[in-house]
């Protein structure tokens, strides 16, 4: 079936879903590479208007990604809950728009959350501004314990990022200790490995929980192997917290990453036999980012931004602690510039927030990237606005193992200053007790000093 | 090293920017115009070239470019940059080890570090038995280019070596790609990466033996990528007080991707 809209007297004609959704999105150039951008702004804003009038009842009807030949089109359509979707059920996009700025409230938007889809949400965002994304998304709430409760109204927390170019416990330790003296590591603290050997696997993650345990510190680590690679791990007895994967919206581009919903189902059981979380059992954690599909040529033929939300769908099949989009890792190919990529992370964000999880972050660019640090404080300060579950915290802003740019230990005092925001009560507490709770001594704190870590 | 009891001690442990103290919340003046500093370095190193007659000479090598028409038209279609130009011929040597240096993101640390390393490989796979086809360089390449390249040669694996994208403190990093039966359409879970080449990160020698150990794996498994664990110990770096111990099972590995030139 086909949709149109006349604006300027031309009328504009869609395809199916895949290409209206398309056309819709704000311009950005992985859509461009893919070949299925707008080819005009008369033809998207044509879109948008077709797009708004589309009953959300439509979107359980038409796959952008054929069922038959993707389990996460299965995933998404088989575990619809439609009691959760009926209060929304009489809506067109646009509708959903207007009632999401005008009535809905945080409760309504968590029992909302099973009855929508990622492709909803999705055809939500291209009709918004930048304030809409803000202001819906700020009124969501969604809250994930593991040994510390994440996402309380009033908080923002910062996943600590460690990464060294060999993995040297030394260099790792020293940013931990560096990043927990400016109050990160409430989300995670969680370490790239520079290689996915189970040995070193292991042995960060030996050093990352005898910090923890020697601190007491509540919070959980997470080094960010590969989820074959964690598994093994786990039979071997390692300190596995939160089982990571990066993960996409078509099994195909899961298939690319090396996993599929079995696979990630095995880890979940796996990591949860482990009864390592004190608080609560959320214990995955996932990355994602738009243009992962098209990177790995497995699109077919959807827009990257719905894509991103698609991969939300397998993300909140395992009930994560945490998930991030990786914003602007990605490149300039898919991102091209700070207002592309500025767009793209308060899309991510109110998206995964609208479908359940407890979204954060990576604000983030590349060298290759149009993009520098006065775009990275406008988009922390607006998804701090928006009520962001966590940023990164990186020393100096400056990732020496990954090359990128993302936010420093310092934007994270910033923004939580900026808006009047606390890590997680109980990391408040032992902060507190550290006395780090609002200055940085000169002096390591005696128990820090002494640890026999460095 | 004595223990640290200050915090800018933690700059002893690594070349990440620990201890830049704080002003109010944020970064003292001069921290944060050292950050603009290696910034723009940075941006300019994306535009660099390779030196491909110096490279030529030191590797005695052919040079092929991809379809990509120019640096923008790199960065904005990495498609073209996975692609041969249209109209290269190289001659096939099936069964081959095929070498590929290619600029990537930045062509600094290839320019310096893949004579080195591209020796140490052709003899240590030489030595293995490898016949080694003659290195081929390719300019405003991805390291998908590797799979074009070892199609047409008809080589049984490649290798690409390839320029990372440049990061505030690794301006020179070079990444290599193993790929097994290398050809169009092989996914980035088919292939083993190595990282941080470079001064400072995984030295050339390493780097070296690292690879050598793959492409023997490689041969038994008849496979790269996820499918290929490195089951290579590593050296203990520190003794924590509570280090992990419980070691029952064969080591196992998986390379994770890096950010390069993909």
Redesign the interface.
């Known amino acids: 079936m086909g949709f149109s809209a006349t604006v300027g007297g031309t009328r504009h004609v869609f395809a199916d879903l895949r290409q209206l959704l398309a056309c819709a999105t704000p311009f950005r150039?992985g859509d461009a590479?893919a070949g299925v951008a707008a080819a005009s702004a008369a033809q998207r804003v044509a879109a948008q208007r077709a797009l708004a009038d589309l009953p959300l009842r439509h979107f359980l009807d038409e796959a952008v990604v054929p069922y038959e030949a993707d389990e996460v089109t299965r995933l998404i359509l088989d575990s619809h809950d439609a009691a959760a979707f009926a209060p929304v059920a009489h809506l067109t996009v646009g509708g959903f728009r207007d009632w999401l700025l005008a009535e809905a409230d945080a409760p309504a938007l968590a029992a909302l959350a099973p009855g929508l889809t990622p492709e909803m949400v999705a055809a939500l965002s291209k009709i918004c501004r930048l304030q809409d994304l803000v202001a819906i998304a700020a009124k969501c709430r969604v809250t994930t314990r593991f040994r510390n409760t994440l996402g309380l109204p009033g908080t923002l927390s910062i996943r600590l990022q460690?990464n060294?170019?060999?993995d040297?416990?030394?260099?790792i330790?020293?940013?931990v200790?560096?990043g927990l003296?400016?109050g990160a590591g409430d989300a995670v603290i969680g370490v790239?490995?520079?290689?996915?050997?189970?040995?070193?696997l292991?042995?960060v993650?030996?050093?990352l929980?005898?910090v923890r345990?020697?601190y007491a510190i509540p919070t959980q680590t997470c080094v960010l192997?590969?989820v074959?690679?964690t598994l093994?791990a786990m039979?071997?007895?390692?300190?596995v917290d939160l089982v990571f994967q990066s993960i996409g919206g078509t099994q195909a581009v899961n298939?690319?990453?090396?996993v599929s919903l079995s696979l990630l189902a095995e880890a979940h059981a796996a990591a949860l036999s482990l009864k390592r979380g004190t608080l609560g059992d959320n214990c995955m954690y996932f990355e994602t980012g738009q243009g992962s599909a098209l990177?790995?040529d497995a699109h077919h033929g959807v827009d990257q931004q719905t894509l991103e939300c698609r991969a939300y769908a397998v993300a909140r099949r395992f009930r994560p602690l945490l998930v991030n989009s990786v914003v602007g890792?990605i490149?300039?190919?898919y991102l091209?510039d700070g207002k592309q990529i500025t767009r793209a992370g308060l899309e991510d964000h109110m998206c995964g927030k609208l479908l359940g999880l407890p979204m954060g972050v990576d604000v983030c660019y590349?060298?290759?990237a149009e993009a520098?640090?006065d775009d990275m404080d406008a988009l922390l300060t607006l998804l701090g606005v928006a009520g962001v579950t966590y940023v990164m915290g990186?020393?100096?802003?400056?990732?020496?193992?990954?090359?990128?740019?993302s936010t420093?230990f310092?934007d994270g005092?910033?923004v939580r200053?900026a808006l009047g925001k606390k890590p997680a009560p109980e990391f408040a507490v032992w902060l507190h007790r550290m006395g780090l709770g609002d200055?940085?001594?000169?002096?390591?704190p005696p128990a820090m000093?002494?640890?026999?870590?460095? | 090293m004595s223990a640290p009891t200050l915090w800018r001690d933690l700059r002893r442990f690594t070349a990440a920017r620990v201890a830049l103290g704080r002003v109010g919340n944020g970064l003292p003046t001069a921290a944060h115009l050292d950050f603009q500093e290696a910034h723009a370095q940075a941006r300019d190193a994306v535009w660099s070239k390779l030196d491909v007659p110096a490279l030529q000479a030191a590797l005695g090598a052919q040079v092929v470019a991809s379809a990509a028409p120019d640096r923008r038209g790199y960065l904005l279609r990495p498609d073209l940059g996975r692609r041969l130009a249209e109209g290269t011929v190289l001659a096939p040597r099936p069964g081959c080890f095929a070498i590929v240096v290619a600029d990537g993101l930045c062509a600094t640390g290839v320019q310096a570090q893949a004579p080195a390393l591209v020796a140490a490989l052709s003899a240590g796979l030489q030595a293995a038995g490898w016949d080694v086809a003659p290195p081929v360089i390719a300019t405003q390449a991805r390291v998908a280019i590797g799979d074009a390249i070892g199609q047409a040669l008809g080589a049984a694996m490649v290798a690409v070596l390839i320029g990372e994208r440049p990061g505030l403190s690794a301006l020179d990093s070079m990444g290599i790609y193993l790929t097994h039966a290398p050809r169009p359409g092989r996914t980035d879970a088919e292939r083993n990466c190595i990282s941080n080449i470079r001064p400072g990160g995984l030295s050339v020698a390493e780097a070296t033996a690292k690879l050598l150990w793959l492409v023997a794996a490689a041969r038994s498994l008849g496979a790269t990528g996820v499918a290929l664990k490195d089951e290579q110990p590593v050296v203990p770096l520190l003794e924590v007080e509570r280090p992990f111990e419980n070691a029952a099972d064969p080591p196992v590995f998986s390379e994770v991707s890096q950010p390069d030139g993909r």
């Open positions: 150039s590479l460690p060294d170019p060999v040297d416990p030394k260099g330790a020293a940013q200790l560096d003296l400016l790239n490995p520079a290689t996915d050997n189970v040995d070193n292991c042995r993650l030996g050093l929980d005898a345990d020697r192997a590969h074959t690679t093994l039979q071997r007895g390692a300190p298939d690319s990453f090396g990177s790995a890792f490149g300039p190919e091209f590349t060298n290759h520098d640090q990186v020393p100096g802003a400056d990732d020496t193992m990954l090359a990128y740019q420093s310092h005092l910033y200053a200055r940085t001594p000169d002096l390591l000093a002494t640890a026999g870590l460095l």
